[in-house]
């Protein structure tokens, strides 16, 4: 019986699942390469023998790390404080996803006679949301209203 595949609840399994499939993406590049590169050596005391040279194995290794990576996940980061995050937030009403906003985090200790804590503070400014309206796509500055509303 195959084993059933347990499905991801906390935000530390779903960073650990992401990086379980970077890992498969990588081994799963590899191996394809590996099959393509490879050699059989003909005749000598390792007939038969197949091989990689190392100029195919780097060329191979930079094709594998050359592909687009897919983000490891689209509700999940792991980073270190202060940080910056870029967070495109999904209205809980209308469910539209608003044009991304920075998101500070630090971390804040305080200590008291019962001794030490951490914690972390996020700080983000607020945007002007109306329910249902769709975000204008970000363009390179140069969008005139004739190139939105059409000629
Ligand atoms: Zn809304």
Same mark, same amino acid.
């Given at each position: /019986?195959?084993? =059933?595949?347990? @499905?991801?609840?906390?935000? %530390? %399994? ?5 990086? $379980?499939?970077?890992? !498969? ?6 191996? #394809?390469?590996? =099959?393509?590169?490879? #050699? ?6 390792? !007939? ?7 100029? $195919?194995?780097?060329? $191979?290794?930079?094709? +594998?790390?050359?592909? @687009?990576? @897919? ?6 980061? %792991?980073?270190?404080?202060? $940080? /910056?995050?870029?967070?495109? @937030? ?11 906003? /920075?998101?500070? +985090? ?10 030490? #804590?951490? =914690?972390? =503070? ?24 004739? !190139?939105?509303?059409? !000629?």
């Amino acid at each position: /019986m195959a084993e =059933k595949k347990k @499905p991801v609840e906390t935000l %530390e %399994e779903q960073i650990i699942a992401s990086r $379980a499939e970077y890992r !498969d993406l990588i081994r799963t590049g590899l191996d #394809e390469q590996i =099959k393509t590169i490879s #050699e059989r050596l003909a005749g000598g005391n390792r !007939d038969g023998e197949e091989i990689v040279t190392i100029k $195919a194995l780097a060329a $191979a290794l930079d094709y +594998v790390f050359e592909q @687009p990576v @897919p983000a490891p996940s689209v509700h999940a980061a %792991e980073v270190l404080s202060p $940080a /910056m995050i870029f967070v495109s @937030p999904v209205c809980p009403k209308c469910g539209v996803t608003d044009t991304a906003i /920075m998101l500070n +985090v630090s971390s804040v200790l305080t200590v008291d006679s019962d001794g030490s #804590e951490i =914690k972390l =503070k996020g700080k983000s400014k607020a945007r002007t949301h109306i329910c249902g309206q769709m975000t204008l796509l970000e363009g390179d500055g140069q969008t005139t209203i004739n !190139d939105i509303l059409g !000629d």
